[in-house]
């Protein structure tokens, strides 16, 4: 059988333009095995993605804050620390950058994201004298969580409620948020386009970028599952 996946989201399962790229519905609907979406984002989008792809909803957002497998929630992290920094850095002079609207936030419960056109130096140097927080940079957002939730540790969870172990599971991302995950499962890649702590952290660093990697691993895998059947 093809192994379990543990695959991120933006950078890894997209366009270099951040759409969603058409491959992942073509590839992962049919998968024989369980897809965790292992994501930065808030709680709805990795549901929603899950959910036009006609899969389970097996996800993991916030960069481990939330995690949701067979209509189980568990909620880890402080927002109001999350928020209580935010609040000091913008009476401070920042800015996180979404308007008025902010939506990327409006559903978020167990951190805050802050724009990546923020005053980083400002953010962190807030997040530092509050010290029960810690800012993780993703390439997207600079995320304020508490330094206890991680995507490895949600995975963990996500696997034994699923009766699955972590080693498992195959991960794919591109980012810092993406190394816990790498670190507990069985099989880690990093696309090449993905910063300098996931790629060192990845069992394999990808010839080519974006879905073009994750596909390319989609590929192999299926393959591989081929060749163990002959």
């Keep these: 059988m093809v192994p379990p996946l543990a695959l991120d989201?933006?950078?890894?399962?997209?366009?270099?333009?951040?759409?969603?790229?058409?491959?992942?519905?073509?590839?992962?609907?049919?998968?024989?095995?369980?897809?965790?979406f292992a994501t930065g984002k808030a709680f709805p989008y990795p549901v929603a993605l899950a959910h036009f792809l006609g899969r389970d909803e097996h996800v993991v957002a916030e960069n481990g804050g939330v995690t949701y497998v067979d209509g189980e929630t568990t909620l880890l992290g402080d927002p109001d620390a999350a928020w209580a920094v935010v609040e000091t850095f913008r009476e401070r002079?920042?800015?996180?950058?979404?308007?008025?609207?902010?939506?990327?936030?409006?559903?978020?419960?167990?951190?805050v994201a802050v724009s990546i056109d923020a005053d980083e130096a400002l953010l962190r140097e807030v997040a530092a004298a509050a010290g029960d927080v810690e800012v993780v940079d993703t390439g997207y957002a600079y995320h304020v969580?508490?330094?206890?939730?991680?995507?490895g540790r949600a995975l963990r969870t996500a696997a034994a409620t699923l009766g699955i172990e972590p080693a498992s599971f195959v991960a794919v991302g591109d980012s810092e948020?993406?190394?816990s995950t790498f670190g507990v499962v069985g099989e880690s890649y990093a696309v090449a386009n993905a910063d300098?702590?996931?790629?060192?952290?990845?069992?394999?660093?990808?010839?080519?970028?974006?879905m073009d990697g994750t596909a390319g691993v989609l590929a192999d895998l299926r393959a591989r599952d081929a060749s163990s059947r002959d």
Excluded: H, M, Q
């Design 9 to 36: 989201i933006d950078g890894t399962l997209t366009t270099p333009t951040g759409r969603i790229d058409s491959r992942v519905f073509e590839l992962l609907p049919s998968w024989e095995a369980p897809v965790v």
């Design 93 to 111: 002079g920042g800015d996180i950058g979404w308007g008025d609207g902010d939506t990327v936030n409006r559903w978020r419960e167990t951190e």
């Design 145 to 151: 969580k508490s330094p206890d939730v991680s995507k």
């Design 177 to 179: 948020n993406d190394v």
């Design 196 to 210: 300098a702590a996931a790629r060192e952290a990845a069992d394999v660093v990808l010839e080519e970028s974006y």
